[in-house]
């Protein structure tokens, strides 16, 4: 089955910077785009940013210029680069995978933005 995995959240200093990684299994990866999500406590999940297979990349207004996102088809994994990290980001950030009409959802990764 899908299994997406989150890791690599945890606490930065505003104005730090997290590394957040994603693995993917059970998908054929290079045909889905990749996203990474956000969930703020008492607000709705948002986008952040997304990768297409071909290595295309967007991102929310507020990601552009600080986050970056990646991805490795070979190892299945997408990553988001975060940096200048505000103390209104924390949240809990969700890989997602889209193929066709197919969404695939991790379990999420902690960020806390504190000092």
């Known amino acids: 089955q899908v299994q997406l995995v989150e890791s690599g959240g945890g606490l930065a200093q505003p104005g730090g910077s997290l590394r957040l990684s994603c693995a993917a299994s059970g998908i054929i990866f290079s045909q889905n785009t990749m996203g990474w999500y956000r969930q703020a406590p008492g607000k709705q999940r948002e986008v952040v940013a997304a990768?297409?297979?071909?290595?295309?990349?967007n991102y929310a207004d507020s990601a552009k210029g600080r986050f970056t996102i990646s991805r490795d088809n070979a190892k299945s994994m997408v990553y988001l680069q975060m940096s200048s990290l505000k103390p209104e980001e924390p949240a809990v950030y969700y890989c997602?995978?889209?193929?066709?009409?197919?969404?695939?959802w991790g379990g999420g990764t902690k960020v806390t933005v504190s000092s």
């Open positions: 997602n995978a889209v193929s066709g009409r197919r969404t695939d």
């Open positions: 990768a297409t297979g071909s290595g295309s990349t």
